[in-house]
């Protein structure tokens, strides 16, 4: 199994496994931020859309035309790191559930051509965390892992029952 197929297979079991507890919230529910809670399902969902489009795209190819319609600058900047979810206004949970599901598609359906000389190379944008864009990819179902521990969370304080 190549590396960069090994990365999508991981990225897509993750996504796979995270959709069972973000279904499992009514989309009415997703701005209802949990008393004694910091954040919200819509923030969580939007967030992961925005970094995953950043992880797995943004830092390998530059941003193209298309990309404005898969995914806003205006999403981009409304879910990105520094943003707080009582910020998040201008999108609906239908939107941001869109956004989430089309750049995961695109993902999936761009990335299987990538080049693998070109996984070694660095990230067209610097990150902290890796040096390389194949460690990028890599990066991504473990940033989505995180959120979804954060969205299992909200959903218990919502009152849903725990999905093990």
Known sequence: MSRLS????QL????????ERI?????AEWFMTPTGGVS???????????SEYRLCLERLRPRTPADE??????????????????EVTGFTAEE?????DRVHARILEELPS?????????????????????A??????LHEMIHCGQIAMIRRMLGHKPIW
């Not at 279904?23 to 989309?27: E, G, H, I, K, R």
């Open 40 to 50: 919200h399902i819509a923030w969580q969902v939007g967030h992961i859309a925005a």
């Open 69 to 86: 319609s898969l995914v806003p600058d205006t999403f981009l900047k409304t879910f990105s790191r520094e943003s707080l979810p009582a």
């Open 136 to 141: 990028g990819l890599r990066y991504a179902p």
């Open 96 to 100: 941001i559930r869109a956004v989430f």
């Open 114 to 134: 990538y080049p693998d000389a070109d996984l070694d190379l660095a990230p067209l944008k610097p990150h902290p965390l890796f040096t390389t864009r194949i």
């Open 6 to 9: 090994e990365s999508l297979e």
């Open 12 to 19: 897509d079991f993750v996504r796979r496994y995270n959709l």
């Open 23 to 27: 279904t499992s919230v009514p989309l």
